[in-house]
């Protein structure tokens, strides 16, 4: 098994420890045939982190999450959540078409987007702040993209490190699921906040 594979099993396992039903909402993992088919979509070879993180889940199921919660956000990260690789290509092809269409008079110009991202994981606060992987060049790495015409962000650590972030980030918030409010809470006292995360 891979360090992904790994990381991703001790983060479901935090949720599961702070009460969180949110791994029994994990779509069934990609089918080796679905990477194939969005990497030729993108025109460029899925990262093996990536393939190893939709080969434990293709993301949450939120028709199901949604049935049963309403509209609670489904954390995976600390204000992040998972969407499924099909919605993942659809945004990312999405995303791609916008940065194409800016135009900047600034003579020194914020590269927004790289074409050759892969939308990950999606901000729940704010729903334009994503966490993309790179699937050509320096493939693997992560960057957090913002929309808010600032550079983004490279992540200090690649997929597996991302989720092991995240399981420390849930422990040092004290954050648990609480069953009246059907949300993931948190200290409030504690400078750390979700939606600081990564």
Same mark, same amino acid.
């Given at each position: ?97 916008? %940065? +194409?269409?800016?135009?900047? /008079? ?9 074409? &050759?991202? @892969?939308?990950? *994981? ?52 004290? %954050? +648990?699921?609480?069953?009246? /409010? ?9 400078? &750390?906040? @979700?939606?600081? *995360?990564?």
């Amino acid at each position: 098994m891979s360090e992904v594979t790994h990381a991703f099993e001790r983060l479901a396992a935090a949720h599961r420890t702070m009460g969180s039903p949110l791994p029994e909402f994990f779509n069934p993992p990609a089918l080796p045939a679905q990477l194939a088919k969005t990497s030729s979509m993108l025109g460029y070879p899925i990262p093996l982190q990536l393939a190893d993180l939709y080969a434990m889940a293709d993301g949450i199921d939120l028709d199901r999450w949604m049935a049963t919660y309403g509209g609670v956000p489904a954390y995976l990260l600390p204000g992040w959540g998972f969407p499924s690789l099909s919605y993942a290509r659809l945004r990312t092809e999405e995303l791609t078409r916008i %940065a +194409r269409s800016l135009s900047f /008079s600034d003579a020194a110009e914020v590269e927004l987007w790289r074409d &050759d991202w @892969l939308m990950v *994981f999606t901000a729940l606060t704010t729903g334009d702040e994503h966490i993309v992987a790179a699937t050509d060049v320096e493939a693997g790495s992560l960057w957090t993209v913002r929309w808010e015409f600032e550079a983004p962000t490279r992540l200090g650590y690649e997929m597996a490190g991302l989720l092991d972030a995240a399981a420390a980030r849930f422990r040092s918030l004290d %954050a +648990r699921w609480d069953p009246v /409010s059907r949300i993931i809470v948190w200290d409030d006292d504690l400078s &750390d906040r @979700l939606d600081s *995360f990564p």
